[in-house]
């Protein structure tokens, strides 16, 4: 009997929660979009406008496998108050379709949160880093432990052709910040800037929109 209590009693010192264990809980790390300042003085308004993506730095486990079928992405930005509408337009299996979502403003000028569909989902944190409003945009996702950076181009009809669609500069600004993510050449990814569309039928909209 006494050995049994003994058991019981060592079981109740090592369980977390229980008055024998002293040591505090360590905070919880900071997640990586935290720690990205948006853009100063974002003007959601000069954002507004057709945006073409260029690249994707990430370590999602689908974009590794299939990465070698990405198609052209254009990405339709427009002031909706409180937030953003934003439209995503791209291709899969040949048929172009339209994406349709409501970027919820936050308490920092050019963070957003995008709700999700499922009640216990978290949705999706979005961070327009960096910004020229006219050439190029640098922006942060994150879902739950998902992180990516996004390089986008301001686009233009008709697009003039060009061998890359940002400039070296843009491009190492990019690289660079890819870098202080912690990621590397090996997670980033480049989209063909050719074959997109810009339109889709009906039957082709996805309305992911949900009111915050």
Known sequence: MILLRTALLLTLLLVPGTPGQRRKK????????DKIQPQVNFNPHQFSGTWLLVAVASK???LLESSHRSE????????????????????????????KQKYGPTKLEGRYHLQGRRKRSSGVEVVVGETDYHQ??????QRDQQFS???YDYFIFPLVARSFPVSDDVLSRYEQRVTDAALSE????YFPTYGFCDSSHDF????VYVAL
């Open 204 to 207: 082709q909209i996805l309305d």
């Open 26 to 33: 360590p905070p919880q790390p900071l997640v990586p979009i």
């Open 186 to 189: 090996d997670f980033t990814f």
């Open 136 to 141: 190029y945009a640098i922006l942060y996702y």
């Open 72 to 99: 052209a992405t254009l990405m339709q930005v427009a002031v909706s108050s409180p937030g953003l509408a934003v439209n995503t337009f791209r291709k899969l299996d040949g048929i172009c379709w339209q994406i």
């Open 149 to 151: 950076i996004k390089l």
């Open 60 to 62: 999602c486990s689908h």
